[in-house]
């Protein structure tokens, strides 16, 4: 690892600070997505040669500070202190210095080898701000490079001072940010103190002592087993009071206070800014994207454009997907003589395979779409105008488009929830977001309601369903928060970044590496369980039936399509679905359902699509699409059905796990087999007991 | 430990008005609310403009120099700040009406 040609860099900076737009200059194409070990938070590297040196980069997240309270500050201040990087570079937005100089006092604290870069330089020059370099490098001790990722002006002057610094061409003065005197001298007391006991891992021993100061709970509990706590403790106890007493503070806060003073006092004397207060051109564009009364329907009209764009559009390369996929079949149908090798290959394996790519397009257009919000700045906007509702039910404001995401699909609404930042949020809003019901499941309602309920009451009751859907959610999201995650709320202290033109490479580039992510790990649980359910719906035939067939196909004039139809549904409950499906019945009763109706629950797990023709295959009436009237017909003149066991059904499938899918990335985005198994237990029993509490009361009133 | 209330005329941060130009004086946020407005620098002496109010009422956008923030105001209840006098860019007027009510 620590040989003398290889440089290993941490980028470190606040969000919406140009760290992506940097790191994928210098990197290029070389990058590799992952998550920090144990948490769900992105880890991107990539590495570069440069002057017979390869740089390995590591973009740690975006976080205004290193304080221990949320995950991507921990884990990019865990990085720092224990992975130990050559040096890290702390990219700031130099038309915002004042807020993310703050990070960079806490990285001087850290005593790495600092490396500054002011990006976005570009805008600085249009905005005609002044920024003295020289007096600033004098005063923060650490090398400054103006950079715009933009038009890509200093980049290459980054490069060099990387090797520069490592080959110690160039010597960093790694000057400690000072604090008062007052503090100051604490801070040695305390560094006297710890020094003595421990080497503490490598942690430097002054950060440590600011860190107590400001009771850092972490590192005061790597005090708290060492003999020195006693003494430390002493000191603490009389900072406070100190501090307390005469500024009125708390020591962490005057620390802050202390850091921003310092900030703002150097910027005096480096930065000369154009009016100071005057509205900028973000303040502007606000005025009208948040305006008082048209920010709610603007902000109403693009969720519904980002809506449409990814369902309908997406729509005819779904299409062509699919078609492709049945042209594949009839292809190797066609070549291939008959053999359960075949039937595995085509119905369960090529059938998986197009199940797991059909969710593409989709994937691919809302991804975009976030990106595209996220980089020009709107994201945050989005959560500022429906927080309020939001918070209504514990969660955050950004917790909405996943949710509406729901409504379309699923799968790619879970992966929607990255965007979050508090676990609790994430758990919760990826419990809720299949009660919002998805696509897939509308034509199901459309064969119940066509079976059941005139055309008159049609409109009517798929607005229930949806609506009832949303109660749901809505519930359920308020019920986990406030039991699972309590008092774990998100703030909404948060910037609102200025708008920005978004790079397009880079957008694509993101989406493109999550649509694999979902492709590799999603792609193989669905493709693995295509096939089981496959052979469920498909094994043990039995073998007299299979005989009565084969004779009926050889008389003259026979149908053949429809004997092998009906030979399907004959043969279903011998087959290991139709055997779980009659079992299961002793549960389903009370909902209205029989073994049949059971059948096309369970392969509504591998998709929702199939459930309609699975139904097909059922009452033998073939799984084409033209076959939905005599479907209808055939479900309507079941004895076993009656409107109650239509309610119950469209209720159970509102309610049920979505798909295998979804459960898959519920897993993976979760980054918790447990909350998985929870999320399948919990939508189990929820659509049970509603189907239940639907079917028993429609029941009573006759329907 | 919200000794020592400062002697000026404070308001909390949630009663602000657009506008108007504010010093702040305390923060008695706790947790990870505190360590938010810490790191943005939402610090005492700092000086702020109340930008907006989101469409539905709630969150509040504020500006701090060339940045701009957005807190809840039942987070903002956590900031003591003191009036400085009319923000000279804006124009208070305008916004004198701004939907309070609850939805
Ligand atoms: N004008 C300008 N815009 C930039 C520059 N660097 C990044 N941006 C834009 O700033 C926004 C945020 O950049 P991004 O790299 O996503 O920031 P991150 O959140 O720190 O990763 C994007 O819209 C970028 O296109 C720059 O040097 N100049």
Redesign the pocket.
């Not at chain 1, 900076?13 to 994928?24: A, M, R, Y």
């Not at chain 1, 996220?374 to 700045?377: F, L």
């Given at each position: 690892m620590a040989d003398s040609k290889t440089i290993f860099v941490a980028l470190a900076?606040?969000?919406?600070?140009?760290?992506?737009?940097?790191?994928?200059c210098m990197a290029g194409a070389n990058q590799k997505v992952g998550n920090f070990s144990g948490v769900t938070v992105e880890k991107v590297e990539g590495t570069l040669k440069h002057k017979g040196y390869t740089i390995r980069l590591v973009d740690l997240p975006?976080t205004y500070s290193l304080s221990p309270y949320s995950p991507e500050e921990k884990v990019a201040r865990d990085f720092i202190l224990f992975q130990k990087p050559d040096m890290v570079i702390n990219?700031v937005d130099a038309t915002n210095l004042e807020r993310n100089l703050v990070l960079t006092t806490q990285l001087m604290d850290l005593e790495v080898e600092l490396l500054v870069v002011m990006?976005?330089?570009?805008?600085v020059e249009k905005q005609k701000t002044h920024i003295d370099f020289e007096q600033f490098e004098r005063l923060f001790g650490a090398h400054v490079i103006p950079?715009?990722?933009?038009?890509k002006f200093g980049i290459p002057d980054l490069l060099d001072h990387i090797v520069d610094i490592k080959s110690g061409k160039i010597e960093t003065k790694k000057y400690k940010h000072h604090y008062t005197e007052k503090t100051e001298n604490y801070i040695l007391q305390l560094i006297n103190i710890i020094k003595q006991r421990d080497s503490w891992k490598g942690v430097p021993t002054r950060w440590m002592a600011i860190k107590l100061i400001e009771q850092d709970p972490d590192v005061l509990a790597m005090i708290q087993s060492s003999p020195c706590r006693e003494a430390v403790n002493e000191v603490l106890n009389s900072v406070s009071e100190d501090i307390l007493k005469f500024d009125q503070m708390e020591t962490d806060v005057y620390l802050a206070e202390e850091r921003v003073a310092f900030i703002h006092g150097a910027l005096k004397e480096t930065v000369r800014n154009a009016e100071e207060e005057a509205e900028t051109f973000t303040e502007k564009i606000d005025n009208i994207l948040l305006h008082r009364f048209f920010g709610m329907p603007i902000f109403l009209l693009i969720m519904y454009g980002i809506f449409q764009l990814t369902f309908q559009l997406g729509e005819y390369p779904m299409q062509w997907i699919n078609s492709l996929f049945q042209l594949l079949t009839q292809f190797l149908d066609g070549i291939i003589p008959a053999s359960i090798a075949k039937s595995i290959l085509l119905d369960g394996i090529i059938a998986g395979v197009g199940g797991v790519l059909i969710f593409l397009p989709n994937i691919l257009i809302l991804f975009l779409c976030l990106s595209l919000l996220?980089?020009?700045?709107y994201m945050a906007r989005v959560a500022f105008v429906i927080d309020k509702l939001m918070h209504r039910i514990g969660l955050h404001g950004k917790s909405f488009i996943p949710m509406i995401t729901g409504f379309g699909c699923t799968v790619p609404a879970l992966m929607a929830v990255r965007t979050l930042r508090n676990r609790g949020d994430r758990i919760t809003t990826m419990m809720v977001v299949p009660f919002f019901s998805c696509g897939a499941k509308l034509p199901v309602y459309t064969l119940i309601i066509s079976a059941f309920f005139m055309p008159a009451a049609a409109g009517n009751v798929l607005f229930g369903i949806y609506l009832f859907g949303i109660v749901i959610a809505l519930i359920s999201a308020k019920l986990i928060k406030s039991t699972a995650f309590k008092g774990e709320s998100e703030p909404f202290v948060m910037e609102l970044?200025p708008y920005?033109?978004?790079?397009a490479l880079?957008m694509l580039k993101q989406t493109w590496m999550r649509a694999m992510m979902y492709i590799k790990k999603a792609g193989t649980i669905i493709l693995l369980a295509s096939v089981i359910l496959w052979f469920a719906v498909s094994f043990p035939k039995n073998p007299e039936i299979h005989n009565k067939y084969e004779t009926l196909r050889l008389q003259k004039g026979a149908n053949i399509v429809q004997l092998d139809h009906h030979e399907k549904a004959e043969q279903l409950p011998y087959s290991v679905a139709g055997r779980i499906g009659i079992f299961l019945e002793p549960i389903s009763r009370p909902l209205g359902f029989d073994w049949r109706l059971n059948i096309a629950l369970i392969n509504g797990l591998a998709a929702k699509e199939i459930v309609v023709s699975s139904m097909g295959t059922i009452f033998a009436v073939g799984n084409d699409e033209g076959n939905i009237n005599s479907l209808a017909e055939s479900l309507r003149n079941d004895p076993l059905y009656s409107k109650a066991v239509g309610l119950s059904f469209m209720v159970f499938v509102l309610l049920y796990i979505p798909c295998i899918a979804s459960v898959a990335v519920f897993s993976r985005e979760s980054n918790s087999i447990k909350w998985a198994l929870f999320f399948v237990v919990y939508s189990l029993t929820v659509a049970w007991i509603f189907s239940f509490l639907v079917y028993q009361t429609a029941s009573l009133f006759g329907l | 430990m919200m000794t020592n209330r400062p002697q000026v005329e404070s308001i909390l941060l949630s009663d602000a008005s657009i506008g108007i130009r504010y010093r702040v004086l305390q923060v008695t946020a706790k947790g990870i609310i505190r360590q938010r407005m810490l790191d943005m620098g939402l610090v005492p002496g700092v000086r702020l403009v109340v930008i907006r109010f989101a469409p539905l009422g709630d969150p509040i956008e504020i500006r701090i120099n060339r940045f701009f923030m957005s807190l809840r105001k039942e987070e903002a209840k956590y900031v003591f700040v003191e009036a400085m006098g009319p923000c000279p860019h804006r124009h208070p007027r305008r916004f004198k009406r701004h939907f309070h009510g609850r939805f």
């Open positions: 900076g606040n969000p919406n600070s140009g760290k992506t737009s940097i790191f994928n975006g990219i990006n976005m330089i570009d805008e950079v715009s990722a933009v038009t996220e980089a020009t700045g970044p920005r033109k978004p790079s880079i | -």
